[in-house]
């Protein structure tokens, strides 16, 4: 009796489930989705797989309207025979005039549903949302994976932070940190989609400032969050000829000295030569000079692209983390982002070539 | 019945009561009210908890109750069995059933209980053992999010007012939901096996550690803000992880805590029902299959978002009067009557 009762128990737990069920056969997947507009006004553009009559799988975008971005989805949904099927989202993309708004608020469907993937890639688009969403020649994939690899490798060479909406949504929530996102634009010269750098956001909102691919990279360097690989690439003169130097950056220490109205800030980095055509590295005076060239041009760049976010009011880097924690006379002074944006923040590069690759 | 129980199996299962059910729900409303300093504010109550597991060793003799406290106490038992059952139904149907009838879902958790309470005292004791590597592989998956969590959060440390210390204290109270336990089982252990001193203070270490794990992965991983919208923080957290063998790496330990939770529900009906029998020795299957039929209905009143806040809030009061006040009347009174 107990032996039988026991099977009744094992097996009832493999039944429980069965209320629950969702068919592939009742749902269309989609991986890739896009919005524009605003509160009450949202529009979004759904790209979900479909079988055509040689099994062969394709993709097709549908627009929906609504006064969320939920409520948008069910109106899409209403224009397929499936109904859309978010769960297994690669990329969302929005509109410039989608992250005026708080994120957090826009995506409370994606927080709130459990169903719903929170390590799709987020980004920003330049312009209307509709031809982000067309396939072009060049994409050479179908336009749902060729966002996931383009933003994965942008993140992999340090080009732009890698986000999901789950991070977003915590940096959001923090008063010590601000949001960038990838920002992509449609390429004058190919015509397709690429990465172009990163969207500041001051508080919840996109500031409106956009930084280009070599400052977002030194933004991921200042934040300490690199990608796999993070490239600098400089003319130096030598003798009223110029030769072009590529660094690849190997490891670094930051130093942070916070005060009442200024940040010191120091960053020794140790780099790679990854092309050098002057050569002779050999020589100590010549890796010296080279080492003060870099340090002095790191520098330059590093200070503009701090100008720059200051400008924007937003601190990706996270200083307002450590003043909020161990500086509270300068946390207190105001909003984070005003209080940011008048410090005295001065960076310092100092560089150090540790390896010069198999020639000298 | 007679029980006999080793250190080890008694202080699994004092553990496993413990941290039962309110394991996931227990950072984010003891963090929203006590702020940054959670975890300073728990020291100090894992103290108290200390104090009273040293209370308990040293009168648990005394600790002989009638068929009134007794009943008391199984009244206090099935509260917290329905408080656990209405949670866990209702957490299943938020992360993963919104579909399956609550009925059904209850049934079948309870059925676990009714089986193992209908067999011997050992199946319910060594019960228990299974849960070691899940939690263990539960604390591992934890630290995925290692890379992603902030230490500066916890900081500027002692800012939280004596208002945020004495709602911290109250609400630390869900972590020792389960330790009067120690007052029913302690008398059934081996003699020759020594509690007092270093083994009970490694069971409180490991207590204390395990429950400060979780208060610091919450605040260094969420912002305060961010917490007060997240009722299951490492719930939550887990299912932010992107790993490759698996979708939702939420459902697999929400799975993991479902088992935790029905053996929880087990433990203390085991131990309702042997207080039950202490006073009435006949009809030990009716009263298990009551018992249990109860645990299925009763639940089922209370499935409702309000619901679970209100019973969350209530019993930690219950668990005040039945973990602190009754045994202190009760072993004051008995040593009375000895001397």
Request: include cysteine.
């Amino acid at each position: 009796m107990k032996k039988i009762a026991l099977v009744c128990i094992v097996c009832s737990f493999l039944l429980a489930g069965c209320w629950d069920e969702r068919l592939y056969k009742e749902l269309t997947i989609v991986p890739l989705i896009g919005y524009d507009g605003k509160p009450g006004e949202w529009m979004g553009y759904f790209t979900h797989t479909s079988i055509d009559s040689e099994d062969t799988v394709s993709y097709t975008t549908v627009e929906g309207s609504g006064i969320s971005i939920e409520d948008a989805r069910l109106n899409a949904s209403r224009k397929t025979s499936e109904s859309l099927d978010p769960s297994q989202i690669l990329a969302v993309l929005l509109t410039e005039e989608a992250v005026r708004w708080d994120l957090v608020e826009t995506f409370d469907v994606a927080y709130r549903m459990p169903r719903s993937r929170l390590s799709s890639k987020l980004a920003v688009v330049e312009g209307e949302m509709a031809p982000y969403m067309e396939k072009t020649e060049k994409m050479g994939l179908e336009p749902p994976n060729y966002y996931d690899k383009i933003l994965a490798t942008a993140a992999y060479h340090s080009i732009i932070p890698d986000v999901d909406i789950q991070q977003a949504a915590r940096y959001i929530l923090d008063d010590g940190v601000d949001l960038d996102l990838p920002y992509l634009k449609i390429s004058e010269i190919t015509g397709t989609p690429e990465v172009a750098g990163v969207a500041l956001f001051s508080g919840k909102v996109f500031s409106g400032h956009v930084l280009d691919m070599r400052e977002s990279t030194i933004v991921q360097v200042l934040k300490k969050k690199p990608g796999k690989f993070t490239v600098f690439s400089y003319e130096w003169e030598n003798e009223g000829v110029k030769y072009p130097v590529t660094v690849e950056l190997d490891r670094y220490k930051k130093q942070w000295e916070i005060q009442k109205d200024k940040i010191d800030v120091t960053y020794d980095v140790k780099l790679d030569i990854t092309s050098f055509p002057a050569d002779h590295l050999d020589e100590k005076k010549r890796r010296r000079e080279l080492e003060q060239f870099l340090s002095k041009k790191l520098t330059q760049d590093f200070n503009k692209v701090m100008g720059k976010l200051q400008e924007a009011k937003s601190d990706p880097i996270g200083f307002g983390r450590v003043a909020r924690a161990f500086h509270p006379e300068l946390w207190n002074k105001g909003e984070w982002p005003e209080t940011f944006s008048q410090l005295d923040i001065q960076v310092k590069v100092k560089a150090v070539i540790t390896r010069t690759g198999i020639i000298d | 019945m007679k029980i006999s129980l080793s250190r080890v199996q008694f202080f699994l299962l004092l553990f496993i009561t413990q941290t039962g059910s309110s394991f996931f729900s227990f950072p984010s409303p003891f963090i929203a009210a006590t702020g940054r300093d959670a975890w300073l504010i728990f020291i100090v109550a894992g103290t108290i908890h200390y104090l009273l597991l040293l209370l308990y060793e040293k009168n648990y003799n005394y600790f002989s109750i009638g068929p009134y406290i007794g009943w008391l106490y199984k009244g206090y038992w099935l509260f917290i069995c329905v408080c656990y059952l209405a949670y866990v139904d209702y957490t299943l149907a938020v992360w993963g059933f919104p579909e399956t009838p609550p009925s059904i879902v209850i049934a079948v958790l309870v059925s676990v209980s009714l089986y193992a309470n209908l067999s011997r005292a050992e199946t319910v004791i060594n019960l228990s053992v299974i849960l070691i590597p899940l939690i263990l592989l539960f604390m591992i998956f934890l630290q995925f999010a290692w890379k992603e969590f902030v230490w500066t959060n916890i900081f500027p440390i002692g800012e939280a007012t004596g208002k945020q210390w004495g709602i911290g204290l109250l609400k630390a109270q869900i972590a020792f939901i389960g330790m009067e336990l120690y007052l029913f089982f302690r008398k059934y252990i081996d003699m020759t096996q020594k509690i007092k001193g270093f083994p009970l203070f490694v069971y409180q270490s490991v207590w204390l550690l395990f429950f400060l794990i979780s208060i610091f992965i919450s605040l260094f991983y969420y912002t305060l803000t961010g917490l007060k919208m997240i009722p299951e923080p490492l719930l939550y957290l887990l299912k932010s992880q992107e790993v490759t063998f698996v979708e939702r790496l939420d459902l697999f330990f929400l799975y993991i805590w479902t088992i935790w939770t029905i053996i929880t529900v087990t433990i203390i009906s085991f131990v309702a029902l042997y207080v039950h029998r202490l006073h009435a020795k006949e009809n030990r299957k009716r009263d298990t299959i009551i018992w249990h039929l109860l645990l299925i209905v009763i639940p089922l009143f209370f499935l409702t978002k309000g619901s679970v806040e209100k019973l969350n809030d209530v019993i930690i009061y219950v668990h005040l009067t039945f973990a602190f006040i009754i045994p202190i009347i009760v072993i004051t009174v008995n040593r009375r009557k000895v001397k």
